[in-house]
T-cell receptor
Framework: GESVGLHLPTLSVQEGDNSIINCAYS??????FIWYKQESGKGPQFIID?????DKRQGQRVTVLLNKTVKHLSLQIAATQPGDSAVYFC????????????FGAGTRLAVHP | GAVVSQHPSWVICKSGTSVKIECRSL??????MFWYRQFPKQSLMLMAT?????????EQGVEKDKFLINHASLTLSTLTVTSAHPEDSSFYIC????????????FGPGTRLTVT
């Protein structure tokens, strides 16, 4: 199977601070990107998505930024809460065929009171 | 969001036996479902794409004769791990995608397989 990276970096933040989680994707032809949150022992949960014709999209407390020039994606979480503690994955949609998602390595977010 | 279920949520089996995992989309018909495997502290790795009424498409390095996929209906896909070995112990996650709209996939809760 295909995946990007085997390491799981950790981002530690204080409750109330803003968090920024970064992701580098590999395929310049990818046309759709999603951020997922995964809690221990559970399946991924959709957070926010963005199409390649956009560079920014905002949701409730979350913002996704897309920089196609350097193939970089970021997730910003405002006023981080303890409930935000989880592993966050970016995923890129490889168009063509069955439009499969390829997941990034993931980042563990640890929120401290 | 859409609801996708998996059964069982966890299973323990002996080496050499086969295990079947079910994935169901509960509130929409999914022409395409996906199967992923996730080892501890690692990312999700796509194993195969399951299409209703046709053969699954396997990713490079995934043995199609070991991981049998059957997408018998628009709401059910099954993954059978045949002749399981301890190295097959992992977290198996399925997802389903609506036939229209964007490319969003709705994920199941995962199945923890332990092979002893």
């Amino acid at each position: 199977g295909e995946s990007v990276g085997l390491h799981l970096p950790t981002l530690s933040v204080q409750e109330g601070d803003n968090s920024i989680i970064n992701c580098a994707y590999s395929n310049s032809a990818s046309d759709y990107f999603i951020w997922y949150k995964q809690e221990s022992g559970k399946g991924p949960q959709f957070i926010i998505d963005i199409r390649s014709n956009m560079d920014k999209r905002q949701g409730q407390r979350v913002t996704v930024l897309l920089n196609k020039t350097v193939k970089h994606l970021s997730l910003q979480i405002a006023a981080t809460q303890p409930g935000d503690s989880a592993v966050y994955f970016c995923a890129e949609n490889r168009s063509g065929g069955y439009n499969k998602l390829i997941f990034g390595a993931g980042t563990r977010l640890a929120v401290h009171p | 969001g859409a609801v996708v279920s998996q059964h069982p949520s966890w299973v323990i089996c002996k080496s050499g036996t086969s295990v079947k995992i079910e994935c169901r989309s509960l509130d929409f018909q999914a022409t395409t479902m996906f199967w992923y495997r996730q080892f501890p502290k690692q990312s999700l790795m796509l194993m195969a794409t399951s299409n209703e009424g046709s053969k699954a498409t396997y990713e490079q390095g995934v043995e199609k004769d070991k991981f049998l996929i059957n997408h018998a209906s628009l709401t059910l896909s099954t993954l059978t791990v045949t002749s399981a070995h301890p190295e097959d112990s992992s977290f198996y996650i399925c997802s389903a995608r609506r036939p229209t709209g964007n490319y969003e996939q709705y994920f199941g809760p995962g199945t923890r397989l332990t092979v002893t």
